[in-house]
């Protein structure tokens, strides 16, 4: 299994921030997979091919890369654009591409690829960063989902991981996995909380409302009193009222609420739902 690594959450390098030890930690990792003065010279240059539709940003990522082991060979602002590139299916490529813009599409064409070449290095660069869209790319065969924010340092360094066979997954997308479980967890409980709810409804078929009525009754609250607290009009509260004597059989106010004093459950307060 592939290692993971946070990147998104780094900071600038010089940045003065609580992140800086963050960072330093993760720069003293890639440089420990840094090879060697002696090795970058035998080493030969990694195919790398750049796709990003904003002319600006492409000529920015391709001088960054100029001077390192993943200066692109292609620079276009579509694979369409990019058209046939000679020895793709049989030698190590690095594709860094955009997939902010069609992000569906652009893992589709990161499936081929894979499928085409599996050695080939898809890294995806976005704007921010989405659950479906993450669990998407990964699927489709993405190595790493980078963030255009960071820093040119981090991206390079990131590279050098990708082809170690490392993964590069952003943390922050755990917050995301985090908040989607609970949604999960609360979905299930609600059927369960709603059938507690129910059991906890005395058994002569009161609604919700004229429980929480009937407990008003038990203090002493009178019809306007009622009306203020539920924001209903005092002729409303009466029709109410004249529902719960009816259904538990009771003849005055007073009946109603010693009735309910032996028959509600215990309750800390007055729910106004």
């Known amino acids: 299994m592939r290692n993971t690594y946070d990147l998104d959450s780094l900071p600038h390098p010089g940045a003065s921030s609580a992140k ?87 893992c589709r064409q990161a499936r081929m690829l894979k499928d085409g070449n599996p050695s080939v290095k ?46 590069i997954f952003p943390g922050a997308i755990l917050d995301l996995l985090r908040e989607r479980d609970l949604q999960a967890d609360l979905a299930k409980q609600a059927p369960v909380l709603e059938e507690n709810h129910e059991a906890s409804l005395p058994a002569k078929g009161l609604s919700v409302r004229e429980t929480v009525i009937l407990r008003c009754l038990m203090d002493g609250d009178s019809n306007k009193i009622i009306a203020r607290k539920f924001d209903i009009t005092e002729a409303t509260v009466k029709v109410h009222v004249k529902a719960i004597l009816r259904k538990i059989q009771a003849k005055n106010r007073t009946q109603a609420a010693i009735w309910a004093a032996s028959h509600l459950p215990s309750s800390q307060g007055t729910s106004n739902n």
């Open 20 to 106: 800086d030890s963050a960072y330093s930690r993760y720069m003293e990792l890639a440089r420990s997979v840094e090879p060697s003065s002696a090795d970058h010279v035998a080493t030969r240059p990694i195919k790398t091919l750049l796709i990003e539709p904003n002319a600006l940003l492409r000529e920015g990522l391709r001088r960054i890369l100029a001077e390192t082991a993943y200066s692109p060979s292609v620079a276009t602002a579509s694979l369409e654009e990019m058209g046939v590139v000679p020895g793709i299916e049989n030698s190590t490529i690095v594709l860094i591409i955009d997939a902010s813009r069609d992000h569906n599409a652009t």
């Open 122 to 167: 898809v890294v995806m660069l976005i704007e921010e960063y989405d659950l479906k869209q993450v669990v998407a790319a990964f699927q489709a065969g993405a190595d790493a989902y980078l963030k255009k924010s960071i820093s040119h340092e981090v991206l390079v360094k990131s590279l050098d991981l990708v082809m170690l066979g490392e993964a």
